[in-house]
């Protein structure tokens, strides 16, 4: 018989024995006709996800677009239709327990509720050594997410899952090249007022940078209702602290502006109050969280947009030309040994002729036909076993498994960026304390499928990055910020956390779990650990990862989330 779960506000977490035949009035879900539908998100192409289902069905994913995911029990068919965004910014994770069918947005809930069989090893080696699964895993064996591009069909008996991936099918665009602009300017636009609609008290992250600068700047032009800015402040690190970037904004935008100090909220301090679906940066910084989330909860906050995603939508941090290699494949060599040495002379040292044909066509070439990631490289982390690394193979992880299909190697290699994106901002959002809805424009799928449209020749230049949304936010942004080239960031306070955080420090330390499953040698993780509190590490980010695994491990032992209230059992009458 089934029963209905909800797991709180933010998702829902729901399990079915068999597939009813009858409809009731869910909690937590929507009658419409004979469908029952459970959703968590926007739609930003259409108000009707119920009709876009009568009228395609299963296929009803491919016609859809937003920041979404959703379950719709078809009483009539006796199928239930697990769906999300194309890129899987929204999770949904799913689970089969003999005849029951277990499916939920938050990953912890699912897990309490559904329980697992043990801890998934392929799952931790990945997230070790390349900081994302392979494929639909998650961390706990008998639990698995849909992938971008991926519906699941359930009819009371098997699970059956559904390609629905479109971004291998993107026309070239009729626009010329000096119409870029303006088209992308307009969709970025249409993405914010998509993102917002419905909401009157919309926050924006305004980082200093240039994406979320942009979504700051087009978001208090379009929206009819005054947005509010909020940062992460850095007032004791020089090489951290954006605020004279942020200010620069501020000063053509002048909106409210709430600040978050990131230097009385350092990562490794502070104490976790729950058990995380799965390990991730979270796990290391519980003070930010809980600070975010107060500043959010206090301004009374209907929703936040982000620049997340910009770099890998808008070609930013240095675009490789990959495109060349397109171009080769495409019978149209003639000067692609010499563009590819023009390419390569700009890189940082001056590269040859050699780097370049090497770099830019004949390894993606090679990778395209192998089926490995465009920026895949060789893991060598010092403080993992030897048999633990023979065992697992971690030097070669993130180099197999699922890829996103794409019309060609230039294609590939953005989205192949984007979906790991896509993933880091699924997984973060969805474990944040934010008592609202986090929205991330620049990765809608309107925006990302006219990226792709343009021709790579006219979007990527071998001396600047980002040229269209450069070009397309001349007065919008201030010249500086339209122009910057920089970008802040630091470790510091990374290193002051781990440094003052002497009780996280010795829960590292001590008696690591990550040592006790034969992960990592004491020792050499000891030493890690030593090194990492005066910067001296020499692998920063995979010591941020085996960290938080280890922090994870241990708030399994000593966390579980409350069951989520079971609201109606039986069979729905």
Wanted: with cysteine.
């Amino acid at each position: 018989m089934p029963s209905w779960h909800v797991s709180d506000v933010r998702g829902f977490t729901v399990s079915a024995t068999g597939v009813p035949i009858e409809l009731a009035s869910i909690p937590d879900a929507t009658v419409e006709g004979r469908l029952l539908i459970w959703f968590d998100g926007y739609l930003s192409n259409t108000p009707d996800l119920a009709e876009v289902y009568r009228l395609w069905a299963t296929d009803a994913p491919r016609h859809l677009r937003g920041d979404f995911a959703a379950a719709i029990f078809d009483a009539d068919a006796g199928r239930i239709l697990l769906l999300h965004d194309e890129l899987g910014l929204k999770p949904l994770f799913w689970s089969v327990q003999g005849q029951t069918l277990w499916f939920g947005t938050r990953l912890e809930a699912l897990r309490d509720l559904a329980g697992y069989s043990g801890l998934d090893e392929d799952y931790i080696a990945d997230y070790i050594s390349a900081g994302e699964p392979s494929g639909a895993r998650t961390p706990y064996r008998g639990i698995s997410r849909l992938l971008p591009g991926e519906a699941l069909v359930w009819d009371g008996v098997t699970a059956k899952s559904l390609d629905v991936w479109t971004l291998d099918q993107v026309e070239p665009t009729r626009l010329r090249p000096e119409q870029y602009p303006g088209a992308l300017r307009a969709r970025m636009t249409d993405a914010i007022l998509a993102a917002t609609a419905g909401k009157s008290r919309v926050f924006c992250q305004l980082s200093g940078g240039l994406d979320s600068s942009s979504v700051v700047a087009l978001a208090t032009r379009a929206l009819s209702q005054p947005i509010e800015a909020v940062s992460v402040v850095y007032p004791k690190s020089y090489a951290a602290d954006e605020r004279a970037w942020m200010r620069i904004v501020l000063d053509l935008y002048p909106v409210k502006w709430h600040q978050i100090d990131g230097d009385a909220c350092l990562p490794f301090n502070g104490e976790a109050d729950r058990a995380l679906g799965e390990p991730n940066e979270l796990c290391l910084r519980p003070l930010w969280d809980q600070a975010y989330a107060r500043v959010l909860a206090e301004g009374g906050a209907d929703v936040m947009l982000t620049g997340e995603g910009g770099d890998n939508v808008l070609l930013g941090d240095h675009p490789v030309p990959y495109f060349l290699a397109d171009r080769l494949l495409a019978g149209r060599w003639r000067g692609v040994p010499a563009e590819a040495g023009r390419w390569a002379g700009a890189e940082r040292g001056r590269r040859s002729v050699v780097y370049g044909v090497r770099e830019f066509i004949a390894k993606p070439i090679f990778r395209r036909f192998t089926n490995v990631p465009n920026d895949f490289q060789m893991r060598d982390i010092p403080w993992l076993t030897k048999a633990y690394r023979a065992r697992m193979d971690t030097d070669h992880r993130g180099g197999r498994g699922w890829l996103p299909r794409s019309g060609s190697i230039a294609d590939s290699f953005t989205l192949q960026r984007l979906v790991m994106m896509a993933r880091i901002v699924s997984t973060m959002e969805h474990q944040w304390m934010t008592p609202v809805p986090i929205r991330h424009p620049l990765m809608d799928l309107d925006l990302v499928r006219f990226v792709l449209s343009m021709d790579w020749e006219h979007k990527i230049s071998a001396t600047q990055d980002r040229l269209v949304q450069r070009a397309a936010m001349r007065g919008i942004l201030p010249e500086a910020t339209r122009t910057r080239e920089t970008k802040g960031g630091s470790s510091q306070n990374w290193i002051d956390g781990l440094a003052q955080g002497r009780a996280w420090y010795e829960r590292l330390t001590d008696a690591p779990r990550i040592a006790a499953r034969g992960y990592a040698d004491l020792a050499a993780w000891r030493t890690a650990a030593a090194q990492a509190r005066i910067a001296r590490t020499t692998a920063h980010m995979f010591f941020d990862r085996t960290a938080a695994l280890e922090m994870w491990l241990q708030s399994l032992e000593t966390h579980r989330d409350p069951k989520p209230a079971l609201v109606s059992q039986g069979n729905p009458a």
